[in-house]
Every structure is written in structure tokens, then in C-alpha cells.
């Protein structure tokens, strides 16, 4: 299985104070049992986005990197579960950078979600 820090995209669940679930695509990176994310230049209604209002309303997230191909025997996916902060973090945006190509020609101005990673559940279609 490729690493799944590697994965270009994941998806970022997050839970409204209604209790709905609110998925959306992420660019990410992992650093030890560390998550970032930052909003970005991305074209977007606000920068007061729905996660965040989420994260402040409930810190519990999950985040899924998957891989899918035709050939299902390299299908794999990983699901982390944890506890997500809204901060200025300079040395995440840096991270970022360093993973996307994007992100260093045009940094994200943040704010930076950090997710403390607290479970990471694996499956894949062929054994390790």
C-alpha cells in the first residue's frame, strides 16, 4: 500500500450543531500523529468556513485517504479519527508548501485546522 501521506487529497468529516455530517475534499499533510490542513486561495463563498464553524461547535473530525484504481486489488483506504484546533501555524503552512507544488507558489493564508490524531484505522484490498 503507498503511503497514505502521500495521497494528494483526503476527506475532512466534521458535525454541525444540528448534529448533520459536513464532508468536504482537503489537501493535507501528516507530520507524526499530526493532521493539517489550511483554508486556501481556493475559490470559496467566505473564508468563515462550514468546517470550522463545525470544529468550534464540535472538535471531533474523522479524515479518509483512499486510493481507488480498476484494478481493485490496489484499493486501500485509511480513516483517522481525532480532535481538531482552528490556529495560526506558520510551520504547518510550511509543511503544506513543501507537499504541494500549489501551495508553494501561492501559500495558504490560513487559518490552519490541526487534527491531534487519537485512532487511524487501515484496510486494503491485498495483504501487506
Known amino acids: ?50 468546517r470550522l464553524r463545525n470544529v468550534e461547535a464540535n472538535p471531533r473530525v474523522e479524515v479518509l485517504i483512499d486510493h481507488y484504481e480498476d484494478d481493485w486489488s490496489k484499493l486501500w483506504w485509511v480513516r483517522l479519527r481525532g480532535t481538531a484546533r482552528i490556529v495560526d501555524d506558520r510551520r504547518a503552512l510550511e509543511l503544506l508548501a513543501a507537499k504541494y507544488p500549489q501551495y508553494a507558489a501561492d501559500p495558504p493564508v490560513g487559518p490552519v485546522l490541526v487534527v491531534a490524531i487519537e485512532e487511524r484505522i487501515e484496510w486494503t484490498m491485498s495483504p501487506s
Open 1 to 50: 500500500m503507498p503511503s497514505p501521506e502521500e495521497a494528494p487529497v483526503a476527506r475532512l468529516a466534521t458535525v454541525d450543531p444540528q448534529g448533520r455530517p459536513h464532508v468536504v475534499p482537503i489537501c493535507f499533510v501528516i507530520e507524526g500523529e499530526t493532521l493539517y490542513t489550511a483554508v486556501d486561495q481556493k475559490p470559496k463563498r467566505t473564508r468563515r468556513l462550514r
